[in-house]
């Protein structure tokens, strides 16, 4: 069983900046990529973020704007996101995830999912 766990979120102030983390335990894959998604109040979940297990290339959403950098960590059991920049619109839920398809990186559709850290920014 895989078992994906995020950290790192809080409560901070626009314009503040926090590292969000994902460590991946239990059964282990050869990941094709992992990524981050966020469900911000009364939204939808959308993609932010994702990083290609066999190269490093990474792939942003469009509103990211350069402020978030995603990345992995040595043991290549964790992933990363840095926030900075933050925003009131950045509020939300912030899931890690992981997928074995390479459609992912084109579909943003990924399989495996933790269960979120919160991201507050206030105004």
Known sequence: QVRLVESGGGLVQAGASLTLSCT???RTY????????RQGP???REFVAGIRWSDDSTTYADFVEGRFTISRGNAKNTIYLQLTSLKPEDTAVYYCAATLRVTSWSDRVYDYWGQGTQVTVSS
């Open 30 to 37: 050869s990941w094709y990529a992992m990524g981050w998604f």
């Open 42 to 44: 009364g939204k939808e």
């Open 24 to 26: 991946v335990s239990g």
